[in-house]
Each structure stands twice: as C-alpha cells, then as structure tokens.
C-alpha cells in the first residue's frame, strides 16, 4: 500500500561539510538530525519517526505473510503491526547518534543495560519482502563509469577539469 504514497522529486545534494574545521556545525549545512544533542535535533527525529508503527489490512499484507508467526496481529482485529524497512534503517541510525553522545542518551549504564540496548530488537527471522540485491548491483555495474578518466568530466561552469 505504501508504494501509492511514494512520489519522486529532484533534488540538489549539498557536499558542504557538517562541521567546520574547529569542530563546530557549519551554519550553512541545513540538516536538524546531526551534531550534538540539542532541542531541535531532539523535535527533527521525534516528528521524523512519530508514525513508524503501521497498521495494514490481511488484503494488504498478503496471506503467504499474515500466516507468519513473526507478524504480529492487533488484538482488536483491524489488522496487523508492520513498519517500513527505511524506518527502521533510520531508527538504527538514530541509534548510532546516541551512540555517538552516549554520555547524554544513556549516561551510568551498567554493563547488562548496555547488554540490553545493543539487543533492543524482538524476533528477526520471518519472511520480508526484500530488494533481489544481485539485480541493483549488476545494474550499478552496466552502468558505473570512471569519474577519474582525463578528459570525461566537464563541469557546468569552468569546462573540462582536466588540464590537456
């Protein structure tokens, strides 16, 4: 049901560094998730992972999935509790920023809390619904170039980048 949702846009992808060379955020790399812990880094990832847990449908998850003892169905019948693998790739990376700043996120764990936090997560064996990986991969490959190849390049404003 998500892929209806999804909707694709062009985009310019700023290369400025985060942080600048005495450590402190570059003002001009506008990004609320990074850097250190701070109210509106705390409201970015609040608002950003607020819906993770998704209900959908029998019909919508498919009978092959339904059956499986790793899908957890809502007690109220209405469907059952999934979320969408990007979420939870995200939420990994939350968690290697608290990581980062564990003495703000998890400050005086004990060894066993510290245990607990690295095995957060419930059951992992179950049947997904998975990208064939080999596919993208030899797509990349057909058509993947040499950005290094004198001559290949030609920027937008100066011309070519190598000296010939």
């Not at 608002?47 to 169905?73: C, H, P, W, Y």
Request: proline share 6%.
């Amino acid at each position: 049901p998500l892929r209806d949702a999804i909707e694709y846009r062009p985009q310019v992808f700023e290369t400025l560094a985060i942080y600048r060379h005495d450590g402190t955020l570059n003002p001009h790399k506008t990004n609320a998730y990074n850097g250190p812990p701070r109210p509106e880094l705390e409201e970015a990832w609040d608002k950003l992972m607020n819906n993770t847990n998704i209900r959908v449908t029998q019909d919508q998850l498919g009978e092959e999935f339904a059956a499986q003892d790793s899908i957890v169905e809502l007690n109220d019948g209405s469907g059952y509790y999934v979320t969408v693998s990007a979420y939870h790739g995200l939420h990994c990376v939350q968690r290697l920023h608290h990581y980062i700043y564990a003495e703000h996120y998890y400050p005086g764990l004990d060894e066993f809390e510290t245990f607990m936090l690295r095995r957060h997560a419930g059951k992992y064996d179950g049947h997904r619904q998975c990208v064939v990986w080999e596919k993208i991969e030899q797509w990349m490959a057909e058509h993947s170039f040499d950005p290094h190849e004198p001559g290949l390049l030609v920027h937008p404003i100066f011309g070519k980048l190598d000296a010939d």
